[in-house]
């Protein structure tokens, strides 16, 4: 997933600079999103939450229990599987929509897979930071529903990429990877979640006083 988010970066870079860019390219970058930020870490979220329900609940999973569907079961198997669709609607919305250029509106695939993968990370290498309800089924279900909804909800949020460098113009982006970088710097890969969080939260807020100071001049 690191591997295909160095490679999403890149991507577009590649094609300008090669003057190469085309309509069949940018479907099947979408397409290779859709897969390595939408499938693979919902196969590794399933696979957390089989490894919670064997380890430290002592069972497995059993969708079938005397011919009657286990609920709880079904909803940690499926209902995960809504973020690669949620996650094909987003970027074909994102193909299609003008007012993505500079910015974008719903959370990008990249930030939204390597949130929820990066709960393996945390949960291999910083345990003391991983708390055991996360791999509930309900709170799987939950949190599944709730990455489906970052990424097509109608919110502006900024894009990382700078036209110009200096401060004035690009004060919450400096702002935030400082941010970012001091939260990785501290818990490592338990950071991921918190800068995700922040980067909706610091975008929320230039919405707003973006808004505020149009309301101001006009």
Known sequence: MLGGAVADFFDGMSARLLKSG???GKDLDSLADVVSFGVAPVCIYINLSDYWYYE????SWRIYSNSIVD????????IPFLVPVFSAIRLAIFNHDTRQTTSFIGLPTPA???MISSLALIAAY?????????LNPWF???FSLLSC????????LFSLKFKQWDFKSNTIRYTFLALAVIMIALIQFAAIPLIVITYIL???????????????HS
């Open 56 to 59: 430290v609940m002592n069972t």
């Open 140 to 142: 799987v279900a939950a």
């Open 202 to 216: 610091f975008s929320i807020l230039q919405n707003i006083t973006t808004k505020t100071g149009h309301e101001i």
């Open 22 to 24: 085309t309509g069949i």
């Open 126 to 134: 910083q345990p003391q930071y991983f708390p055991q309800f996360v």
């Open 112 to 114: 939204n897979g390597l």
């Open 71 to 78: 609920t709880t079961n079904l909803f940690t198997v499926f």
């Open 149 to 156: 909804f970052l990424l097509v909800m109608p919110v502006p």
